[in-house]
């Protein structure tokens, strides 16, 4: 029996096999994949408006209903409602990347970088000053570590992990501000993942 053609020549069933590996196990699944595949990509290709990350996300789909068994029903509306889940996933994933990569490139605009140029050594400086702990969770937290991993690192609960930040933050302001003879802060950017450890 022929599959669906899909948009590139290959039948929708070859490429349901051939993602999934099929066995004569799972000859019920590729039957599924052929009969909704085509209905799945079109709607995560509404949702994302991407025709590749709709077709990739569609395959998670069907990898996700075979690895959770079997189920009752029909099993259209969870394809679609499983689809749907995965879909706002990859669009609130990718909305964070962007927000990370202008974080990055406003970080590194040439008036800045004179500017931490000229900050770099007073932070590196007043970083040596602090206990190791602070000094710590401070580079951690520049690199963009979560609280979680920040935790399991220093080894304290996660519950406390804003409040160590917080007050190894108040200290490095302290120690920068005597260090520099200016009572301010370092800018956050010459924090943010530019400093090597002391």
């Known amino acids: 029996m022929m599959g669906t053609e899909s948009g590139d020549g290959e039948t929708v069933r070859q490429r349901g096999a051939g993602a999934l590996g099929e066995t004569s196990d799972d000859r019920g699944l590729a039957d599924l994949f052929a009969a909704h595949y085509p209905a799945v990509v079109r709607h995560l290709a ?8 709709a077709e990739d996300i569609a395959q998670e789909v069907f990898l996700r209903w075979h690895r959770s068994g079997p189920r009752a029903g ?7 409602v ?23 490139a406003e970080d590194a605009s040439p008036r800045d970088e ?43 609960r996660p519950s ?34 530019r400093m090597s450890t002391p």
């Open 160 to 193: 406390s992990t804003g409040t160590v930040l917080a007050r190894a933050t108040a200290r490095l302001r302290q120690v920068y501000g005597s260090e520099t003879g200016t009572g301010r802060s370092p800018r956050p950017s010459t924090m943010r993942g």
């Open 74 to 80: 029909a099993p259209g509306p969870w394809l679609r």
């Open 46 to 53: 509404y949702l994302l408006d991407d025709r590749t990350a």
């Open 82 to 104: 499983a689809a749907t889940h995965l879909a706002y996933n990859y669009l609130r994933d990718e909305r964070r990347r962007r927000a990370r990569e202008t974080r990055a």
């Open 114 to 156: 004179v500017g931490m140029a000229d900050e770099l050594p007073a932070v590196r400086a007043a970083l040596r000053r602090l206990e190791p702990r602070d000094r710590l969770v401070l580079l951690l937290r520049a690199q963009g570590q979560s609280y979680a991993e920040i935790a399991a690192a220093v080894g304290i």
